[in-house]
């Protein structure tokens, strides 16, 4: 009789499941050079990008990666043509709606991170559709950076815990990094342990200042819609064979 092994995952055979990162972060980039490549308007790009999206997050499914969070659009973002602006919240809005139930049969729990009050009322409410559906779901935790900034986010904190202060609730001496987390869109939500870039920029464009401060960073050239699998594996590789440090020798 043959017994057949125990599959737990796909993961490549050259990467170690105990050494994954816990969480990965992703800047999403390089949509608008990939549709330009092809002579295509930049809205192409980002259609494209969702598709990888989705096929990174699955990714992280089937070989153990437990959190993703992808950075959607920066509070920067809203300088870009209201032609391209409008076309990315209509996007948002139908992807969410399309793919509910799927993250639904796949336990994918969603969250989103920005300053949310602000987007067209429609998008809002299939935000809070989509975190409220999910919250129980325990199978991969997936964060979406919408109308997200770092510097945004740090000085929302600021005002929140302002207030605390001025209502006789905190004593500024208390204040600490826990605290301080506990104000941040990301409460509750682990560190990233890697960050991947695409299309090669070396820059952070404003993303999760605070909870980057000791991530591994790889960025690839690869355009944003044509990053798959393989890529996905050379970065954790890449991650495997760094030595994390966190200050000490
Ligand atoms: C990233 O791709 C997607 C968003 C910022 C929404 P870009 O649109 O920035 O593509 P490039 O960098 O111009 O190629
Ligand atoms: C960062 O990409 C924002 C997202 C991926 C959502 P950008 O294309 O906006 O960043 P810059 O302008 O190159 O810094
Ligand atoms: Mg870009």
């Given at each position: 009789m043959t017994v057949k092994p125990i599959v737990l995952n796909d993961l490549p055979t050259d990467l170690d499941y105990l050494r994954l990162p816990n969480h990965v972060a992703v800047i999403m980039d390089g949509n608008g050079r990939w549709a330009k490549r092809r002579g295509l308007p930049r809205i192409m790009g980002h259609q494209r990008g969702v598709d990888t999206l989705k096929d990174l997050l699955r990714c992280c499914k089937d070989w153990g990666v437990p959190a993703l969070t992808a950075y959607?659009?920066?509070?920067?973002?809203?300088?870009?043509p209201l032609d391209e602006v409008e076309f990315l919240m209509t996007l948002f809005e139908r992807v969410l709606r399309r793919e509910l139930r799927e993250m639904m049969e796949e336990n994918v729990r969603i969250r989103f991170v920005g300053n949310l009050a602000v987007l067209p009322p429609s998008l809002q409410e299939e935000i809070a559709r989509s975190m409220q559906d999910t919250q129980n779901n325990t199978g991969i935790d997936f964060t979406v950076a919408t109308n997200y900034g770092g510097r945004q986010e740090i000085v929302q904190a600021c005002q929140a815990i302002a207030t605390q202060v001025q209502q006789g609730l905190?004593?500024?001496?208390?204040?600490d990094e826990s605290i301080f987390e506990d104000h941040l869109y990301t409460k509750g939500i682990a560190h990233p342990d890697l960050l991947i870039r695409t299309s090669g920029e070396m820059r952070l464009s404003n993303f999760l200042l605070w909870q980057l401060a000791y991530a591994e960073i790889y960025v690839t050239q690869t355009l944003w819609p044509d990053f798959n699998r393989e890529e996905f594996h050379q970065a954790l590789l890449a991650y495997q064979q760094r030595e994390r440090r966190f200050g000490k020798i």
């Amino acid at each position: 009789m043959t017994v057949k092994p125990i599959v737990l995952n796909d993961l490549p055979t050259d990467l170690d499941y105990l050494r994954l990162p816990n969480h990965v972060a992703v800047i999403m980039d390089g949509n608008g050079r990939w549709a330009k490549r092809r002579g295509l308007p930049r809205i192409m790009g980002h259609q494209r990008g969702v598709d990888t999206l989705k096929d990174l997050l699955r990714c992280c499914k089937d070989w153990g990666v437990p959190a993703l969070t992808a950075y959607a659009f920066s509070t920067e973002n809203w300088g870009r043509p209201l032609d391209e602006v409008e076309f990315l919240m209509t996007l948002f809005e139908r992807v969410l709606r399309r793919e509910l139930r799927e993250m639904m049969e796949e336990n994918v729990r969603i969250r989103f991170v920005g300053n949310l009050a602000v987007l067209p009322p429609s998008l809002q409410e299939e935000i809070a559709r989509s975190m409220q559906d999910t919250q129980n779901n325990t199978g991969i935790d997936f964060t979406v950076a919408t109308n997200y900034g770092g510097r945004q986010e740090i000085v929302q904190a600021c005002q929140a815990i302002a207030t605390q202060v001025q209502q006789g609730l905190l004593n500024p001496q208390d204040i600490d990094e826990s605290i301080f987390e506990d104000h941040l869109y990301t409460k509750g939500i682990a560190h990233p342990d890697l960050l991947i870039r695409t299309s090669g920029e070396m820059r952070l464009s404003n993303f999760l200042l605070w909870q980057l401060a000791y991530a591994e960073i790889y960025v690839t050239q690869t355009l944003w819609p044509d990053f798959n699998r393989e890529e996905f594996h050379q970065a954790l590789l890449a991650y495997q064979q760094r030595e994390r440090r966190f200050g000490k020798i």
